[in-house]
């Protein structure tokens, strides 16, 4: 089982800029690809940025492409997502996700295993 475990979320201003981690623990293989996601209400789950564990290969939203940058700390075992220009319709909750299997992709069908959330707000 892999256990993901999500923080930095938080309240900010439009403009600002937050990371977010995912601590990753649990597993015997390592997750072929990790990726970030998020829900707000009424809405369905999206794919915001996923990277490959062993290229470092990444994708991202075209709603965030060039505001946000996932990336990994091997050493640390810890998944982050860096959030600038953040802008009202970020505001969402945030998972972390991990997919065993050898596809790597923005849906969340692909992923097997999931964080608890943080919460992202972000105001005008």
């Known amino acids: 089982q892999v256990q993901l475990v999500e923080s930095g979320g938080g309240s900010v201003q439009a403009g600002g800029s937050l990371r977010l981690s995912c601590a990753v623990s649990?597993?015997?293989?390592?997750?072929?690809?990790m990726g970030w996601f998020r829900q707000s209400p009424g809405n369905e789950r999206e794919g915001v940025a996923y990277i490959t564990t062993g290229l470092g290969s990444t994708n991202y939203a075209g709603s965030v492409k060039g505001r946000f940058t996932i990336s990994q700390d091997n050493a640390k075992n810890t998944l982050y997502l860096q959030m600038n220009s953040l802008k009202p319709e970020d505001t969402a909750m945030y998972y972390c996700?991990?997919?065993?299997?050898?596809?790597?992709?923005?849906?969340?069908?692909?992923?097997?295993?999931w964080g608890q959330g943080t919460h992202v707000t972000v105001s005008s």
């Open positions: 996700a991990a997919a065993v299997g050898s596809i790597c992709s923005l849906r969340s069908t692909d992923y097997n295993f």
């Open positions: 649990g597993y015997t293989a390592k997750p072929y690809c």
